[in-house]
Protein backbone atom coordinates (compact mmCIF):
# COMPACT_ATOMS: atom_id res chain seq x y z
CA UNK A 1 0.00 0.00 0.00
CA UNK A 2 1.66 3.00 -1.18
CA UNK A 3 0.44 6.89 0.47
CA UNK A 4 0.51 10.40 -1.19
CA UNK A 5 -0.36 13.31 0.87
CA UNK A 6 -0.90 16.32 -0.48
CA UNK A 7 -2.26 20.19 0.55
CA UNK A 8 -0.25 21.63 3.02
CA UNK A 9 0.44 25.19 3.28
CA UNK A 10 0.83 28.12 5.21
CA UNK A 11 -2.36 30.50 6.20
CA UNK A 12 -3.54 33.10 8.66
CA UNK A 13 -5.05 31.98 12.08
CA UNK A 14 -8.91 31.06 11.41
CA UNK A 15 -7.84 29.93 7.69
CA UNK A 16 -8.92 26.94 6.09
CA UNK A 17 -7.00 24.04 3.96
CA UNK A 18 -8.01 20.81 2.54
CA UNK A 19 -5.03 17.76 2.53
CA UNK A 20 -5.62 15.29 0.19
CA UNK A 21 -4.52 11.60 0.45
CA UNK A 22 -4.26 9.33 -2.47
CA UNK A 23 -3.94 5.67 -1.96
CA UNK A 24 -2.53 2.80 -4.17
CA UNK A 25 -1.72 -0.32 -4.15
CA UNK A 26 -3.44 -3.81 -2.05
CA UNK A 27 -6.18 -1.37 -0.73
CA UNK A 28 -8.36 -4.04 -0.50
CA UNK A 29 -6.59 -4.99 2.70
CA UNK A 30 -7.06 -1.76 4.54
CA UNK A 31 -9.65 -1.15 6.81
CA UNK A 32 -9.08 2.44 8.42
CA UNK A 33 -7.09 5.54 7.24
CA UNK A 34 -5.97 8.37 9.14
CA UNK A 35 -4.20 11.47 9.51
CA UNK A 36 -1.57 12.02 12.32
CA UNK A 37 0.73 15.17 12.86
CA UNK A 38 4.02 15.59 14.34
CA UNK A 39 5.33 19.04 15.65
CA UNK A 40 8.59 19.76 15.90
CA UNK A 41 10.21 18.36 19.07
CA UNK A 42 6.54 16.08 19.80
CA UNK A 43 5.53 12.89 18.95
CA UNK A 44 3.15 11.69 16.52
CA UNK A 45 -0.38 12.36 17.37
CA UNK A 46 -4.06 11.35 16.33
CA UNK A 47 -5.88 13.77 14.27
CA UNK A 48 -8.82 11.79 12.58
CA UNK A 49 -9.51 8.19 11.38
CA UNK A 50 -12.44 7.00 8.52
CA UNK A 51 -13.29 3.62 8.69
CA UNK A 52 -14.04 1.50 5.64
CA UNK A 53 -17.76 1.72 6.26
CA UNK A 54 -17.81 5.42 6.69
CA UNK A 55 -17.38 5.96 10.16
CA UNK A 56 -15.12 9.12 11.33
CA UNK A 57 -13.54 9.81 14.98
CA UNK A 58 -11.65 12.81 15.62
CA UNK A 59 -8.91 13.97 18.58
CA UNK A 60 -10.89 16.64 20.89
CA UNK A 61 -8.41 19.17 19.87
CA UNK A 62 -9.66 19.05 16.38
CA UNK A 63 -13.20 18.14 16.72
CA UNK A 64 -16.05 20.41 15.33
CA UNK A 65 -13.11 22.40 13.31
CA UNK A 66 -11.54 19.42 10.76
CA UNK A 67 -13.69 16.94 8.82
CA UNK A 68 -12.19 13.52 7.00
CA UNK A 69 -13.94 12.57 4.35
CA UNK A 70 -13.73 10.33 1.57
CA UNK A 71 -13.82 6.64 0.20
CA UNK A 72 -11.28 3.88 1.16
CA UNK A 73 -12.75 1.71 -1.62
CA UNK A 74 -12.13 4.58 -3.90
CA UNK A 75 -8.31 5.34 -3.42
CA UNK A 76 -9.55 9.13 -1.66
CA UNK A 77 -9.36 10.47 1.41
CA UNK A 78 -9.29 14.32 2.59
CA UNK A 79 -8.70 16.03 5.68
CA UNK A 80 -10.61 19.90 5.94
CA UNK A 81 -9.48 22.37 8.36
CA UNK A 82 -11.55 25.01 9.84
CA UNK A 83 -10.49 27.23 11.62
CA UNK A 84 -6.61 26.84 12.12
CA UNK A 85 -4.81 27.59 14.91
CA UNK A 86 -1.26 28.28 15.65
CA UNK A 87 -1.18 24.93 17.61
CA UNK A 88 -2.40 23.18 14.55
CA UNK A 89 1.28 23.42 12.73
CA UNK A 90 2.76 20.24 11.84
CA UNK A 91 3.61 18.05 9.38
CA UNK A 92 0.46 15.82 8.63
CA UNK A 93 0.66 12.61 7.50
CA UNK A 94 -1.84 10.09 6.06
CA UNK A 95 -1.43 6.48 7.00
CA UNK A 96 -3.29 3.26 6.20
CA UNK A 97 -4.42 0.59 8.45
CA UNK A 98 -5.60 -3.12 8.13
CA UNK A 99 -7.16 -3.04 11.46
CA UNK A 100 -10.63 -1.11 12.15
CA UNK A 101 -10.78 2.06 14.29
CA UNK A 102 -7.20 1.96 15.68
CA UNK A 103 -6.03 5.49 16.68
CA UNK A 104 -2.09 4.54 17.74
CA UNK A 105 0.66 5.40 15.39
CA UNK A 106 1.74 2.00 15.79
CA UNK A 107 -1.49 0.22 14.06
CA UNK A 108 -0.65 2.04 10.38
CA UNK A 109 1.58 0.01 8.96
CA UNK A 110 1.83 1.75 5.79
CA UNK A 111 2.85 6.14 5.71
CA UNK A 112 2.74 8.91 3.19
CA UNK A 113 5.59 11.11 2.94
CA UNK A 114 3.57 13.99 4.96
CA UNK A 115 2.59 17.44 4.42
CA UNK A 116 3.96 20.78 6.45
CA UNK A 117 0.98 23.07 7.63
CA UNK A 118 1.99 26.38 9.32
CA UNK A 119 -0.22 28.64 10.99
CA UNK A 120 0.92 32.27 11.88
CA UNK A 121 -1.06 33.82 14.55
Request: aromatic content about 10%.
Amino acid sequence: VQLQASGGGSVQAGGSLRLSCVVSGRTYSISTVGWFRQAPGKEREFVAIINWNGNTYYADSVKGRFAISGDISKNTVSLLMNNLKPEDTAVYYCAASRYNSRRRPEDFGSWGQGTQVTVSS
